[in-house]
């Protein structure tokens, strides 16, 4: 199995990605992954040749996957109500709140943190992105959440 180097991230905080996050305490905990890296996450977790989720074809495993709803984000993301999201985000998945999630924009855009740090502030991950990000756990591949600009988060998991 391909090995991720984390040595070579870098903290949100000493990017320009800073600005996105409210508070610089996340800053410090969210990590954003070297192109070299991001590609190999991609290539692993994703395993397609494509560089970002609207160029992938209907032989991907996300796209042929099983989907759950799990709810809405956008009402609550522009309203300000962040705490319903994160209990539906946290109840959608059985990954611990230590596992390591990306956050993956394209094949050479991806971050990383703790679980439990994205379940908390999703808004502000969405803030980057919210047009079809994909949230995966390291220690679960073949089960993704993404978010879809139109407000929906679902649940993806890969059929056998």
């Avoid at 946290?90 to 999630?101: A, L, N």
């Avoid at 956050?103 to 379940?119: G, Q």
Wanted: charged fraction near 30%; include cysteine; aromatic fraction near 16%.
């Amino acid at each position: 199995m391909t090995r991720i180097n984390y040595e070579s991230s870098l903290k949100v905080s000493e990017t320009d990605f800073k600005e996105y996050f409210d508070d610089n305490l996340i800053c410090e905990k969210v990590f954003l992954l070297s192109e070299k890296e991001a590609d190999k996450v991609w290539t692993l977790m994703i395993g397609s040749e494509k560089d970002h989720f609207f160029e992938l074809g209907g032989e991907s495993w996300i796209n042929k996957g099983s989907f759950k709803f799990i709810g809405e984000w956008i009402d609550e993301y522009n309203s300000e109500r962040y705490d319903s999201v994160s209990k539906k985000l946290k109840k959608s998945v059985c990954w611990f709140d230590r596992s390591k999630v990306f956050f993956i924009l394209s094949r050479s855009l991806i971050f990383y943190t703790d679980w439990k740090v994205f379940w908390k502030e999703w808004d502000q991950f969405l803030t980057i992105e919210d047009d079809a990000p994909i949230i995966m756990s390291e220690s679960v591949p073949g089960q993704a959440i993404m978010f879809y600009s139109r407000g929906d988060m679902v649940l993806i998991e890969q059929r056998n």
